[in-house]
């Protein structure tokens, strides 16, 4: 079973649509949460961090359940520039540092 | 502020032939990682430098690859003899010296390797 575990898609949406992706890790120990965005070819980008009281950052909303050990990102009234591969990243603690576990990412594609 | 630079940006040599990476991280960036994505995998780590000391180097795939940085600025990620299964994109990032577990990491834009 992968660590950070997320569907991979591809997720066709029209404009204006809203959509959420979904990811669930296995280490109950992790300590923080992120999404990153990775256009074509290009690195990955942070998009937002993701905090157990849940938060927002204008179209985007992100949250955390621990106990389900689940991470969600809701995108509302979506653009054409939306469209990459969303990252699910979660940040452990092991051998006294800390490691960015990766989810294989979600694609998006917002449609004209 | 000037980002994670990586070069070369592509690169392309012949199953047992030696390539480095190299990676300037941000300036006044003391943590530096190194992260692998094989096609149709996800991202992997492969190791984190506090300056110039390896702190976590678990990630590495064998000893055929060598991770160096040499007075804790920019690093260097020897393959030597590439295999096949090197091949992919080789990610680094940097984040700031103090931060906690939400220190955000800045990418690089990778260099992709392609050993034939």
């Known amino acids: 079973r992968k660590e950070v575990e997320q569907d991979p898609g591809p997720f066709n949406v029209p404009e204006g649509a809203t959509v959420a992706f979904n990811c669930t890790y296995s280490n109950s120990a992790s300590q923080s949460f992120f999404w990153y965005r990775q256009d074509c070819r290009k690195e990955p980008k942070l998009l937002m961090s993701?905090?157990?009281s849940g938060n927002e950052d204008g179209r985007f909303t992100a949250q955390l359940n621990r106990a389900s050990q689940y991470i969600s990102l809701l995108i509302r009234d979506s653009k054409l520039s939306d469209s990459a591969t969303y990252l699910c990243v979660v940040n452990g603690r092991t051998s006294g540092t800390y490691k960015y576990i990766f989810g294989t990412g979600t694609r998006l594609k917002v449609l004209a | 502020e000037a980002g994670v630079t990586q070069f070369p940006s592509h690169s392309v040599i012949e199953k047992g032939q030696t390539v480095t990476l190299r990676c300037d991280p941000i300036?006044?960036?003391?943590?530096l990682y190194w992260y692998r994505r094989v096609m149709g995998k996800e991202i992997k780590f492969l190791l984190h430098f506090v300056k110039e000391s390896k702190q976590d180097e678990s990630g590495m795939p064998n000893n055929r690859f060598l991770a160096e940085r040499t007075g804790g600025t920019y690093s260097t990620l020897k393959v030597q003899p590439a295999e096949l299964e090197d091949s992919g994109v080789y990610f680094c990032a940097s984040s700031r010296p103090t931060g906690g577990s939400y220190n955000e990491q800045f990418f690089g834009p990778g260099t992709r390797l392609t050993v034939l």
């Open positions: 300036s006044g960036h003391d943590n």
């Open positions: 993701v905090y157990s």
